[in-house]
């Protein structure tokens, strides 16, 4: 069983910064992807960047050159530096591990970006 605990999130003016953190525990090992969703009210929930089994990164459209995924060493904690937040990023953020037919979410943190 993996939990995935998560932090960082919270209220923002546009054009600010925050950065997520999300740290696996439990057993995880072998081929995995990791990484963020999120979830606006009234919306699907959406990829919004993550590491792939073979350790590429894919990165919605939208937050491209904004946010930037990241991982420690022992690959169990991913971060998302969240930059130039606009008022359309405001969602609760999910991290997310895939590993085979497995797929496990974290509570959920919610970022608001307003002033």
């Known amino acids: 069983q993996v939990q995935l605990v998560e932090s960082g999130g919270g209220l923002v003016e546009p054009g600010g910064s925050l950065r997520l953190s999300c740290t696996a525990r439990?057993?995880?090992?072998?081929?995995?992807?990791m990484g963020w969703y999120r979830q606006a009210p009234g919306k699907q929930r959406e990829l919004v960047a993550q590491?792939?089994?073979?350790?590429?990164?894919n990165y919605k459209d939208s937050v491209k050159g904004r946010f930037t995924i990241s991982r420690d060493n022992a690959k169990t904690t991913v971060y998302l530096q969240m930059n130039s937040l606009k008022p359309e990023d405001t969602a609760v953020y999910f991290c997310h591990v895939g590993r085979g037919m497995s797929t496990y979410w974290g509570q959920g943190t919610q970022v608001t970006v307003s002033s």
């Open positions: 439990g057993s995880i090992s072998g081929l995995y992807t």
């Open positions: 590491f792939t089994a073979g350790g590429f990164t």
